[in-house]
């Protein structure tokens, strides 16, 4: 086999030669301890930065085995990449057009997520990352190439035995605490948990790191709960219980922070994000209006009926929904996918979908939409929990069974307060027997949905947090959570995997599922930036993709 000093030989030879000589660096290097090898290896200096893997045998895995949880491996493997990317920092700048000596490793954000760039397997550890080949021009720049992989390659001979490993049980410590909370969430008949002194907001609208100097999170007394977990001992913070939460209080008193806070802690964070202790049932999903979006196939009779001219809404499409519509969707389809916590926030939801006052009641006699306040009673009895900031709407107080006051960042419960306020204050609306039923209709993806040509070549193209280049089409996936671009990317490659799994018979939730559990990021393809989606994200984003084509699924 060829070794790290071949390696560097040869990189030495290739100086001034043109570019595509960098070509036979394809295959596997034998260094000390470790293999490196070139993955893909770039055309040119300014072509995506070529594909490199190294791979540490069994052997030395014994000290990375820390674990107890699946959560626990993930966060392993989490830590291994952050390590990497600080440890790459300090290689040598080399010259050069492009993309020309630039390594990276893919973490974006600080959630501990599954991604294609870290995997421990059986065999041992595998990390990919890019580095950009140096050239001037079509020239190779032979000998920078060289010194900077003698660079890499010392870091790579000393990474794993110079681990903080203090730091990793730390890091392990916290994704399994984490996921002790979230699996008990349910059992403890709660939708969300948020530690004592977690900093919520963040730096500013694009940041992930917390805002400097903000007020620590104080939890109610009477919502205070403690979970026993296995690393930390006994933590303490807000339980939210299940049911219809509301989130109240004036403007810019921290409603908007702490729902976003909720949809974030739906994953796990590193230590020092300040939302460590933020646990959110896994099944938890925000939705909101989304102007314009299509929508295909959707029942959509528990929220909108009845429409004039006798049109039907029970297999209902449109390319540019509304407002309303497009919320009555999304709450629909995240039913569908198997959402059990829906996150909602006055400032994002059409007012027409969350409620008709009494005057509107009396004025409007064919009405063609339900609003969600009508409908609470029925996600109660179907045990489907809402959280729901309202600063305008107080038609909700009496059916609320918490109700969360935010007053200069801090939460008190007032829920008793609320109902006071409701008995003393009837709003005089009836609250009418809705005429459909709360019920989703399972549809069936046909394949040609997934079909990613664009003319004869596939384009399957990740652009930044919102959008996926899918074949002919833009996917917006602004109106979805997503964190980090390789979840955009793992969608599209995802996407292609449906391209052979619907037949027009399984429903869309089956199919996302099983994607989402069969396919091995790691395996996925050779591209390090693929980070996990959970199938409800997958859903939110097949259900945005203009091709689709449903048919309702058997059985319905
Ligand atoms: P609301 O939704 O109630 O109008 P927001 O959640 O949008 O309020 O918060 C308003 C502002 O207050 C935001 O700029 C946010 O960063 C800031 N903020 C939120 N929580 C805190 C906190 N705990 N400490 C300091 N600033 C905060
Ligand atoms: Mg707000």
Known sequence: MRTLEDLFAFLRSLDGRPYPAYKD????????????????????PFASPSILEVRYPKEALGRLRVYAHPLGKVAVEDFLLRSLKARFRDLPRVGGMGHSGRVSVEVESPKILKRAGAHLGPSGLFLRFRLG????????????AERLFRALAQHLRGFLAELDLKALLAHVHQAEDFAYIQERLP?????????????????????????????PFQSPPSLRVAFPVPHAGEVLGMGLPQGLTLITGGGFHGKTTLLEALVHGVFPHAPGDGREWVVTDSLAQRVQSEDGRSVKGVDLRPFVHDLPLGQD???????????????????????????????????????????????????????????????????????????L??????????????VVLMEEYRPFEVTAEARAIAEARPTGRAFGEPRYPLRVRPRAPLPESFDPRRGRKAK?????????????????????????????????????????????????????????????????????????????????AVNRLRALEVRPASGS
């Open 389 to 402: 900031v309202v600063g305008g709407v107080g038609d909700y107080l009496e059916l609320a069974d918490t």
């Open 460 to 540: 399957v193209k990740g652009r930044g947090l919102r959008e996926l280049v899918y074949g002919e089409g833009v996917v917006d996936l602004s109106a979805l959570d997503l964190f980090e671009e390789g979840q955009v990317r793992a969608i599209g490659a995802f996407f292609q995997r449906l391209l052979s799994l619907a037949d027009g018979k399984t429903p869309l939730r089956a199919l996302v599922e099983r994607v989402v559990e069969a396919e091995d990021l790691f395996r996925l393809g050779e591209a390090p930036e693929l980070s996990a989606v959970r199938p409800l994200e997958l859903g939110a």
């Open 133 to 144: 080949l140096p050239a001037q021009g079509r020239r190779i720049l032979g000998k920078e």
């Open 187 to 215: 059992e403890r008949g709660l939708v969300a948990f948020v530690g004592e002194g977690a900093i919520l907001p963040r730096e500013s609208g694009v940041s992930q790191r917390p805002l400097q100097g903000a007020i």
């Open 25 to 44: 660096l394809k295959g596997v290097w034998r260094g000390e301890g470790f293999d490196l090898a070139f993955v893909h290896v770039q055309g040119d």
């Open 313 to 387: 809404t029970a297999f209902f499409s449109t390319e540019d929904a509304s407002g309303s519509t497009s919320l009555a969707a999304a709450i629909l389809e995240a039913l569908e996918l198997g959402a059990r916590v829906l996150l909602l926030d006055e400032d994002t939801s059409a007012t027409n979908l969350l409620v008709r006052d009494a005057r509107m009641q009396a004025l409007v006699k064919r009405e063609t939409l339900t609003p969600l306040l009508d409908r609470v009673q029925d996600f109660k009895a179907q045990g489907v929990s809402l959280v």
